[in-house]
């Protein structure tokens, strides 16, 4: 069983940054591929990152390319996701999550943390 816990969320102006962490506890977290997603009220999860066990291969959703990015510290059992140009649209609660395999898939993602809170302001 592994168990996640978000970090860092919070509320923040449009074109603020933050920098968002995900522990684990599992001590095989380096076997792990890595995801971020979020789910705005009244909206579906969406994929915003996954990053594979050992960081070498790295995906995004489109609505986040080029202003987010994923990264992960397996000595520290610890993903981050650096969130830059944050615009409202990103308000929503953000989830990561641990897979066996590398996917942009939420249903692929066995093991999940309770979120954290991310609002943008205009």
């Known amino acids: 069983q592994v168990q996640l816990v978000e970090s860092g969320g919070g509320s923040v102006q449009a074109g603020d940054s933050l920098r968002l962490s995900c522990a684990a506890s599992?001590?095989?977290?380096?076997?792990?591929?890595m995801g971020w997603f979020r789910q705005a009220p009244g909206k579906e999860r969406e994929f915003v990152a996954t990053?594979?066990?050992?960081?070498?291969?790295?995906s995004y959703g489109d609505s986040v390319r080029g202003r987010f990015t994923i990264s992960r510290d397996n000595a520290k059992n610890t993903v981050y996701l650096q969130m830059n140009s944050l615009k409202p649209e990103d308000t929503a609660v953000y989830y990561c999550?641990?897979?066996?395999?590398?996917?942009?898939?939420?249903?692929?993602?066995?093991?999940w943390g309770r979120g954290t809170q991310v609002t943008v302001s205009s």
């Open positions: 990053i594979s066990s050992s960081s070498g291969s790295l």
């Open positions: 999550a641990a897979s066996s395999f590398f996917s942009r898939a939420p249903n692929n993602y066995a093991y």
């Open positions: 599992e001590r095989a977290f380096s076997n792990y591929a």
